[in-house]
């Protein structure tokens, strides 16, 4: 087959002044976006690489492709991971990967919780007891208490639990957290949330930061989804119940945080995290492949943070690779799950080139 490899290399774009220094953090390196299309070439597709940027559409129109791989984060605004799956079920082609509607709900985090709130959630703080031995409640996933801000001169904090943890409501890669994103006071809390308003020019969502573990879970399959893994992000130089999984740490990891897989926790916490990321990605919408955050609280009770439908897929360090690889799943076979999934749930092939569990 003919696939175009939809993508946002990090070296094609400079920012601007007045825009934050990680503008681009979630962008592909060109290494990895090689990596990717040398391995689907291995299975004897030809790739041709399209950039995700004002002429994507009228380049895709012009090929006679037959599928879209889609890794691109898209351009500006909150429904920018949307652009590239909306342009595909335009002109009908089918492409892997979660839809417009699913990317627009994931890339906001508020819509998000709602969103798996909607499905039998709860704010931790007011969801009684009930609970089975997997810390969950007819389904239930839980979130933290929280709520948007938008105006930076309008932060009404009243109802909140300090320490609190601030973020922007509509960024990924971890864009916009720092350490000092975990916030013990009132004024400190006013300070960051309208400077982050500002920086990043949309809201920032706010929530009861949790004391536990956080970690994240690769998820792969349709109609029956299953954990690829959990990986436990282990700070080295705080403590627990003070670590942020910052830009800065991730950016000295190796300094900075052990990764352990499987987790070092119980197997009841464990079959937790399972049940809360497999109802968060059936809620959402997700397709063929995920990465899922949870962080427990202080009774380990896990806690959905966020889900990113376009994990990245860097052969070196991405996190969704390197569960795969401690699944025992080498990175060709994970790129060619994927396809599988992808061609099977759109009709363009009947089984699958790789055998096991995953569907």
């Known amino acids: 087959m003919w696939l175009a490899l939809a993508v ?88 892997s990967g979660s839809d417009a509607v699913t990317m627009g709900i994931t890339l906001d985090k508020d819509l998000a919780r709602r969103a798996v709130a909607g499905a039998g959630a709860s704010a931790s703080r007011n969801a009684g007891g009930g609970a089975d031995a997997a810390g969950t409640t007819g389904g239930m996933v839980r979130v933290a208490p929280g709520r948007v801000f938008r105006n930076p001169d309008r932060i009404d904090l009243s109802g909140l639990t300090f320490p609190i943890f601030a973020k922007p409501n509509s960024e990924g890669s971890s864009k916009g957290i720092r350490n000092s994103s975990r916030i013990t006071s009132e004024a400190e809390a006013k300070t960051r949330i309208a400077g982050l308003i500002r920086e990043y020019r949309g809201p920032v969502l706010v929530e009861e930061f949790l004391p536990g573990c956080e970690c994240t879970i690769g998820v792969l399959g349709n109609s029956r989804p299953r954990v690829l893994g959990i990986m436990e992000i282990a700070p080295k130089k705080v403590a627990l119940a003070d670590f942020v999984y910052s830009l800065e740490t991730k950016r000295d990891y190796l300094n900075q945080v052990e990764y352990h897989v499987p987790p070092r926790l119980p197997a009841q916490t464990i079959a937790a995290i399972e049940n809360t990321v497999l109802a968060a990605y059936e809620r959402l919408g997700c397709r063929d492949f995920a990465r899922i955050d949870v962080r427990l609280d202080g009774a380990n009770v896990p806690h959905f943070l966020e ?53």
Request: with cysteine.
């Open 8 to 95: 946002n290399r990090s070296t094609a774009y400079q920012p601007g002044a007045g825009v934050p220094e990680d503008e681009f953090e979630e962008f592909d390196s060109p290494e990895t976006v090689a990596a990717i299309a040398d391995t689907i070439r291995g299975f004897g597709h030809r790739v041709e690489v399209l950039e995700a940027d004002r002429s994507f559409p009228s380049a895709l129109a012009a090929g006679k492709f037959d599928f879209v791989f889609n890794v691109s984060e898209g351009l500006a605004g909150r429904s920018r991971e949307s652009q590239v799956p909306a342009v595909c079920d335009m002109l009908g082609i089918p492409f």
């Open 307 to 359: 889900a990113n439908p376009l994990p990245g897929l860097s052969p070196v360090k991405g996190d969704l690779v390197i569960l795969a690889k401690c699944a025992g799943m080498e990175y060709r076979e994970l790129i060619g799950r994927i396809l599988d999934l992808a061609f099977i749930r759109t009709g363009l092939a009947s089984k699958p080139q790789f055998s096991g569990a995953f569907a």
